[in-house]
């Protein structure tokens, strides 16, 4: 992640937050993955029925999965699910449906067991642009009084992000990516199907997320293996169809881009009128909160493939007090790259279903 | 049309050497392969349509997004008469050019020739105070069997998804440009004695009726318009919606929405379908609601 690109599209808005990185790659940990080296911490022998542990075993391996997970590595009881699966006579277990794991080994891979991933995050709160500046960096841009001339009603616009809360969602992406990846790679695997990434506010903290990713580690028995394996949130189907008409995906993206708007008295002063015209504040807010949200999912695509498909936008705007909205984009894809230009050995098919309509 | 590559009835479909799944993770491996070239991409389209896409030689070139935030305010007209309320429809008209100009641009930007699957929606931002954010999203494009000659010209727009992108091209017809007709009309209020005198009876309300008709009509010619201007031979997937947006029952909004075409060769190709009863259940598919979380 060191090659990171400098930021681009002027003002400092376009630049990637820190610490961000295509999810594959496990933003969260280092690189030789200390969790890794020697005999893992706590481990406990297979076959040991985890539901009959005393309570100081238990805690034992509470106290073992929190350092592990400190130094990048993996919970215990994940490892040892992870062991199980390998051992002999283990079985393999997947979200595939019945049709996707018939698409899947049609593409030529076989599935190996599932993965998971997760992090419960705390983002911190930021303070505002009025008081204290765009002290966390990004873009930030100022609307002064349309009028010019003194009045009461007078107030000064301020659009800027929120660095810090974007930063906090990046790093526990990657913190959840990377631990579903390192439990691939365990495996042996060349890439994970299906992966679900959810987003969940638990109640209770404020600023708590937690990020989940799941999915179903896959291999091309013979295959060399992969530094790092692909991630992709396609279905079996569609990633038997990708790679049979030319594409592998890469890693799964994501862009986000969170814009609060302090309304001027110049946009109050439009709403108020009798003519119907352009906001051009929110709409300013809007356009950046897109662009830089889809030129950091395009930054995070360039460091693994060519371009993102299936990219899903997520558009919220959140009422703030005073007047004060929040413009939160989310945007979310798999990067692919191309390994053959040639079309499909069969032009497709036209079909008409004799099937009633759903 | 036999500008460059000719991917609809191409004949050297030739074995692959490799099985596409050794292919893939050697790319992955070494960067190997016929990779694209020039900008990353991103994009909406589903895989489906990515691959129809490239069957019928389009690239993606990004995704591109315009939004245009307005105010939208209901204009006063008088009680009575049922008439169009001519600022409103201007003012929507105007917003929605603004929005696909805005697409267009940035089209070039990326090097599209085109975008596909354009949806152009209305997000009511604050609707008591008739904000209304005007939003157009789509995949742009380039290349595609007329290349060429299209360069020169204005990228296309098309509410069209891949599917029937490509189901048009194979068909021999080339989309030219999104044509859209609107009409905000007011439906006038019936006097006290009338409303009166027809209670207890089942009657048409016969101006009403014409009210309707008239902003229908409105809408659609103003389409037609657009498709003549464009020198199209047709439009497809028209859709037409009826809104109130914010302006409550005063104001109703007809919209009529499409993609103007026109014959790229000499003639409709026949596609000869093959009749099918499908086997598969249908998928669920990734539900964006999940992703962001509640």
């Known amino acids: 992640m060191d090659d990171r690109r400098p930021s681009g599209r002027g003002d400092g808005a376009g630049g990637m937050v820190p610490g961000e990185g295509p999810a594959a790659r496990g933003g969260g940990r280092a690189p030789e993955a200390p969790g890794r080296q020697g005999p893992p911490p706590g481990r406990v022998e297979r076959g040991e029925p985890s539901g009959m542990l005393d309570e100081a075993a238990g805690q034992a391996r509470a106290e073992a999965s929190i350092e592990a997970l400190e130094h990048g590595g993996l919970p215990v009881s994940a490892r040892q699910r992870l062991a199980d699966a390998e051992a002999e006579g283990g079985a393999w277990t997947s979200d ?6 018939a698409a899947v080994r049609a593409a030529g891979f076989e599935p190996l067991g599932m993965v998971l991933g997760s992090s419960v995050y705390r983002i911190g709160a930021q303070w505002g642009y009025r008081y204290f500046g765009a002290a966390g960096g990004g873009y930030s841009s100022v609307w002064y009084c349309p009028h010019r001339f003194a009045h009461e009603d007078m107030r000064t616009g301020y659009n800027w992000e929120h660095t810090l809360h974007e930063r906090g969602m990046v790093e526990a ?5 990377s631990r579903m990846a390192e439990e691939a790679q365990e495996l042996g695997a060349h890439g994970v ?3 679900r990434l959810r987003f969940t506010r638990p109640e209770g903290v404020a600023g708590l997320v937690e990020f989940t990713a799941v999915g179903t580690a896959i291999h091309r028995p013979g295959a060399p293996p992969l530094p790092f394996p692909f991630t992709s949130h396609l279905s079996g189907q569609e990633l038997g169809k990708l790679i049979g008409s030319g594409y592998v995906p890469c ?6 881009c969170a814009i609060e708007v302090d309304p001027g008295c110049g946009m109050e002063w439009r709403m108020g009128s009798w003519s119907n015209t352009e906001l051009p504040q929110i709409s300013e807010a809007a356009r950046r909160c897109r662009e830089i949200a889809v030129d950091r999912l395009e930054r ?4 693994v493939g060519d371009g993102v498909i299936g990219v899903e936008i997520e558009f919220s705007i959140h009422e703030l007090p005073g007047e004060a909205k929040l413009l939160e984009l989310f945007s979310l894809g798999t990067a692919v790259r191309r390994f053959s230009a040639a079309p499909m050995p069969e032009a497709p098919l036209a079909m008409m279903r004799l099937r009633d309509r759903r | 049309m036999s500008t460059g590559r000719e991917p609809l009835d191409r004949q050297d479909r030739g074995p692959v050497a490799e099985a596409p799944a050794d292919a893939a993770i050697a790319c992955l491996r070494e960067g190997r392969g016929e990779r694209h070239e020039g ?25 591109v997004m315009a939004s245009a935030i307005y105010h939208v305010g209901y204009t006063f007209t008088g009680l009575g008469q049922s008439s169009e309320i001519t600022t409103l429809s201007e003012a929507m008209a105007q917003a929605r050019n603004e929005v696909t100009h805005r697409l267009i641009a940035d089209c070039r930007q990326v090097g ?10 209305i997000d ?23 290349a060429l000659p299209r360069r020169q010209r204005r990228p296309f727009t098309s509410d069209l998804s891949g599917q029937d992108f490509y189901l048009l091209q194979r068909a021999g017809y080339e989309p030219l440009g999104l044509v859209m007709g609107s009409c905000v009309y007011r439906v006038g209020r019936q006097g006290l004695g009338q409303w009166m005198g027809r209670q207890g009876q089942n009657v048409e309300l016969v101006p009403f009726t014409q009210a309707f008709y008239q902003a229908r009509e409105l809408a659609m010619e103003r389409l037609q318009s657009q498709a003549r201007q464009l020198g199209a031979e047709g439009v497809v997937g028209v859709t037409t919606t009826e809104r109130g947006h914010a302006w409550g029952s005063r104001a109703i909004e007809f919209f009529a929405l499409g993609t103007a075409v026109r014959l790229s060769g000499e003639e409709h190709r026949n596609l000869r379908p093959t009749m099918a009863v499908p086997l598969d259940d249908p998928l669920p598919a990734t539900d964006p609601r999940a992703i962001r979380g509640g």
Do not use: Q
Not at chain 1, 96 to 101: H, N, Q, R, T, Y
Not at chain 1, 251 to 256: A, F
Not at chain 2, 128 to 145: D, K, Q
């Open chain 1, 173 to 177: 992406r990657n913190l959840a990516m």
């Open chain 1, 300 to 303: 995070e695509a360039a460091e």
């Open chain 1, 251 to 256: 890693s799964l993206v994501m862009g986000i």
């Open chain 1, 96 to 101: 595939l449906s019945v049709a996707e794991l």
């Open chain 2, 112 to 121: 599209g020739d085109g975008v596909v699957g354009v949806r152009l929606t």
């Open chain 2, 124 to 146: 009511m931002f604050e609707p008591a105070r008739h904000l209304m954010e005007f939003v157009a999203i789509g995949t742009a494009v380039a290349g595609g069997p007329g």
């Open chain 1, 193 to 195: 199907a299906g992966v």
């Open chain 2, 39 to 63: 900008r990353v991409f991103s994009s909406d389209l589903s895989v489906d349509e990515a691959i129809l896409l490239k069957e019928v030689g389009y690239e993606p070139r990004g995704l």
